[in-house]
């Protein structure tokens, strides 16, 4: 059974920074490649940043690029979202999970993916 937990969200200040983290179990992680994604109050989820695991080519969206990262330990089966820069309008509720195809398409279609995990809160204020 496939699952992903994140965690390492929390209450930080505009232009402060904050490391998401996710843990994979029930999976053959180095197979997978993983999105990150978010859901803001009032708004659709939106895929953030994604990592592939053929070749670790990674892709942001235009909110992240420049103060986003994202890298992947296959041996810890983990992989982590590290955000500088933070705005207001990054407060969100931020998920990882496995995208159905190493493209950049799918990293950028909530709409695809099955399976959610519960998610870490992030919230930054002014």
């Known amino acids: 059974q496939v699952q992903l937990v994140e965690s390492g969200g929390d209450l930080v200040q505009s232009g402060g920074s904050l490391t998401l983290s996710c843990s994979a179990s029930?999976?053959?992680?180095?197979?997978?490649?993983i999105g990150w994604f978010r859901q803001a109050p009032g708004r659709e989820r939106e895929g953030v940043a994604c990592i592939m695991n053929t070749d670790g080519r990674t892709y942001y969206s235009d909110s992240a690029k420049g103060r986003f990262t994202i890298s992947r330990d296959n041996v810890k089966k983990m992989v982590h979202l590290q955000m500088n820069t933070l705005q207001i309008e990054d407060t969100a509720v931020y998920y990882c999970?496995?995208?159905?195809?190493?493209?950049?398409?799918?990293?950028?279609?909530?709409?695809?993916?099955?399976?959610w995990g519960q998610g870490t809160q992030v919230t930054v204020f002014s």
């Open positions: 029930g999976i053959v992680f180095e197979t997978y490649s």
């Open positions: 999970a496995t995208v159905p195809r190493d493209t950049e398409y799918y990293c950028f279609s909530p709409q695809h993916i099955t399976s």
